[in-house]
């Protein structure tokens, strides 16, 4: 029998399903950007870059993870697409070689009071569960330690129908819940301040309301003169107790007024409905105000804050009650997971062991699992969402994340980058929008677009390598290696700001002395206490203007002009000048286009499939009536205003016939803060989130207030941008006012005054004050980790 023979021995051709290795996307023109194509190599970490507004999140975001989402949708019936989110297909020339997305994005975490750590991730149903099977004495199913299930019980007679007869049976169920009856599981009762309510010297026809949307020229006014429970025209303090009681607590009751059906409710229970559903920190800024000053929220004494009733709270395993594990820090929850041994329930203890691990190891293990989910940091709800696909058997999927180092000390930056690598390694394409060159460094590939923000923006000017981007002539090459040097002189302080026995979250008794008319940062590791310091500690009546993280919500309606209130002075302006009604010049009111309604496009519905946008055929999308159009101010009519550029703007109303002072001002700050390119009509939805944050910053420099409390300023900010934004905070100073920046990024740390390191660790290994002094002193000293960072950062 003779051997075959090979011809030769080279290796076979691959395999034509292993020649998709590449995302490939060509034409893109979603928002701002350009026809961009770009090819992304897949199962490698790649990096997008450039300044703040340049089209990173519109392609990253909008395009290839908005395509993946929408395919996937696509593959589940029509049935259930109904019931999905609709997504219109990015316009794009070519979208090849997508893989399933998973993303890691920074929208916070939803700011419902019920919602806690714990529930917005698995721990707590599991944590349930395990008490439900092991807890002593037994109470119930795992619904018993659910803060969010009320104990109800019932029974009546129901009618049944069996073998051609109506038979009548009585039955009964009751539903044992986990939720404290006081505070209704909240964790906190609230008390009213009346005198907020009303002013008791005139009658509610007199306008004796100071709720928010509570005036009685609308439909409050006919319910309360066509209700018959009290006199509208007689002042409240003449009210007899029953009209006080009607006016404040009535239950919702059905009444008849001018033919019409309407339903009176007392202020009380009709405040708690419309404002308190929301936490305060997602309300409007008039309706927080009126909150805060007419709501106390006090521990609930029942439950004391755990939410939980009486009966949940008394079941315990090994001496510690469901309410005691969510109070506990995560890092030590997971420990006495870890010591439970019980075999009847070891596959519950192997996932909850697994996912306590996941949060300490990605550096919340600060945490505890009742913490408020509306009161974590955007850096700290992205963490939190990573926490799921950590240890995750899947591969060949492409996870994106926005700015994962936000919110991270230089010492934690360094375990998200392993982090990130390991997803990675496990065989996946991970996507990454990042301004931080620590990060930057550790990419196989980058894409830089640019080269400016806006319509400046939308081109790719780079892609290759980090070695590349450093020696190439963008703008994000050219400050890569950027490091801002100590001050050699620093600013003498005009005063002190005192801060005695702080103790708020895990701040142990901190005294401390903010020196005021200079620059001071905050600093230290995720978790150390620097926002409780600030946000929690600082003595009210400092006059102090306070810009948090929190995102700026605002529809496809809203824009830089009516979010700023710059388009009331317009408004005004152009009325003045051709002497007509103010609301003539809205698209949300009067002036707006019958046609489309003011939204410039006409939205049509097709069902379980993305909606169609049609630019409006009557106004051409420019959202006013025809009529409008004709008024002019400074030879412009208002939607040539509003399609100006801030920097258009500025110089339009700053001299000559169109000059509007007050409208002036605004546009300043918007240009002080890097907005100058911004148009003012451009929708709010589609600004990037470093956008957001100096759109925020320029409406809060308009308070007034000595101190400025700037909570992390640089998120979203690209190198160049936080030049920029360290010259503002010197002309704040300059100006005369006081300015404390918690902050991370190292070269607002060397720009600084004044330093103050809270720690040395997170949670209860933090809350102390580690070092207090000047820049130069905490690079000599090097005695923290903040210390040891800034001292490679500034090269010393």
Not at 24 to 36: A, I
Not at 405 to 433: A, C, E, F, S, Y
Not at 628 to 653: H, K, N, W
Request: glycine share 12%.
């Amino acid at each position: 029998m003779s051997m075959a023979t090979r011809p030769d021995a080279q290796s076979p051709a691959p395999h034509v399903a292993d020649s998709h290795d590449l995302i490939r996307v060509h034409g893109v023109r979603v928002n701002n950007l350009k026809d961009v194509s770009v090819e992304i190599p897949k199962r490698r970490l790649t990096v997008f870059t450039g300044v703040s507004g340049s089209g990173k999140s519109s392609l990253v975001f909008g395009t290839i993870a908005a395509e993946s989402q929408r395919m996937i949708n696509e593959t589940y019936s029509t049935f259930v697409q109904g019931f999905m989110p609709t997504l219109a297909r990015p316009d794009v020339d070519v979208l090849d070689g997508l893989t399933t997305a998973i993303i890691v994005d920074q929208e916070r975490m939803g700011a419902n009071p019920r919602s806690t750590v714990g529930t917005a991730t698995d721990a707590n149903a599991m944590l349930r569960i395990l008490f439900s099977r092991l807890g002593t004495p037994h109470i119930g199913s795992s619904q018993a330690f659910s803060f969010n299930v009320a104990s109800i019980s019932g029974a009546g007679a129901v009618t049944l129908e069996r073998g051609g007869k109506t038979t009548k049976e009585r039955r009964s169920f009751s539903i044992t819940g986990g939720m404290c009856p006081r505070c209704e599981g909240r964790g906190s009762v609230t008390d009213f301040d009346l005198s907020a309510f009303y002013d008791d010297s005139k009658s509610l026809n007199e306008g004796a309301l100071t709720i928010p949307g509570f005036s009685t020229e609308g439909w409050y006014g006919r319910i309360f003169n066509g209700c018959g429970f009290l006199d509208a025209d007689k002042p409240i303090r003449e009210f007899t107790k029953k009209e006080l009681h009607d006016l404040l607590y009535k239950e919702p009751t059905k009444i008849k007024v001018d033919g019409i059906n309407l339903t009176y409710e007392g202020l009380i229970p009709r405040v708690q409905k419309s404002f308190l559903a929301k936490a305060v920190d997602a309300m409007q800024p008039h309706i927080r105000a009126f909150v805060e000053r007419a709501v106390t929220f006090t521990t609930c004494p029942e439950c004391g804050g755990t939410r939980l009733s009486e009966a949940a709270r008394s079941s315990k395993i090994k001496g510690i009650s469901i309410a005691d594990t969510c109070a506990m820090q995560i890092s030590d929850l997971a420990k006495w997971v870890h010591g439970l041994d019980e075999p009847s329930v070891a596959p519950l203890l192997a996932k909850l062991a697994h996912a306590l691990d996941s949060f300490v190891e990605i550096g919340l293990g600060y945490l505890s699992l009742d913490r408020p989910a509306g009161t974590l940091s955007g850096g700290e709800a992205q963490r939190t969402k990573m926490i799921r696909h950590l240890g995750s058997a899947l591969t060949d999927v492409t996870y994106v994340f926005d700015e994962p180092t936000i919110g991270l000390h230089p010492h934690d930056i360094q375990r998200m980058n392993g982090l990130l690598l390991r997803l990675r390694d496990q065989g996946n394409t991970v996507l990454v929008v990042e301004h931080k060159p620590e990060t930057i460094t550790i990419a196989d590939h980058v894409v830089d677009l640019g080269p400016g923000a806006g319509t400046a923006g939308g081109t790719v000017c780079f892609e290759g390598t980090v070695e590349g981007l450093r020696g190439s002539d963008t703008v994000t090459g050219r400050h890569f290696d950027d490091r801002a040097s100590l001050k050699e002189t620093v600013r003498t302080p005009t005063g002190t700001l005192e801060i005695r026995g702080a103790s708020a979250n895990n701040l142990r008794d901190v005294d401390v002395d903010i020196p005021l008319g200079v620059l001071v940062v905050l600093t230290g590791v995720a978790g150390s206490g620097k926002s409780s310091l600030v946000h929690g500690s600082i003595p009210a009546g400092a006059g102090v203007v306070s810009v948090g993280q929190g995102a700026i919500r605002g529809s496809r309606r809203s824009n830089p002009a009516t979010y700023t209130g710059l388009l009331d002075p317009i408004r005004k302006a152009f009325a003045k000048a051709n002497g007509v009604k103010p609301a003539l010049f809205s698209a949300n009111s009067e002036g707006a286009c019958p046609t489309c309604n003011g939204a410039g496009v006409i939205y049509t519905d097709l069902a379980m499939m993305a909606g169609v946008a049609t630019t409006c055929e009557e106004c051409e999308g420019k959202r006013f009536e025809a009529s409008v159009l004709e008024y002019r101010f400074g030879g412009r009519d208002i939607s040539e205003v509003l399609a100006m550029s801030v920097t258009e703007a500025r110089e339009f109303f700053g001299d000559g016939e169109s000059r509007v002072p007050a409208a002036h001002t605004i546009l300043n700050r918007l240009s002080d803060v890097g907005l100058g390119y911004l148009s003012l009509g451009q929708p709010l939805t589609t600004l990037s989130g470093g956008e957001r944050q100096r759109l925020k910053l320029a409406t809060h420099m308009a308070e007034k207030g000595g101190v400025y409390v700037l909570d992390e300023p640089t998120a979203g900010l690209h190198l160049a941008d936080v030049e920029q934004l360290l010259g503002l905070l010197d002309r704040l100073v300059d100006s005369g006012k006081s300015v404390i920046v918690v902050e991370h990024h190292q070269a607002v740390m060397a720009h600084a005054d004044w330093i103050v390191d809270l720690g040395p660790g997170a949670g209860h290994d933090g809350g102390r004050i580690v070092f207090e002094g000047t820049p130069a002193d905490l690079v000599a000293a090097r005695s923290t980790l903040t210390g040891e960072h800034l001292a490679a950062y500034v090269g010393t």
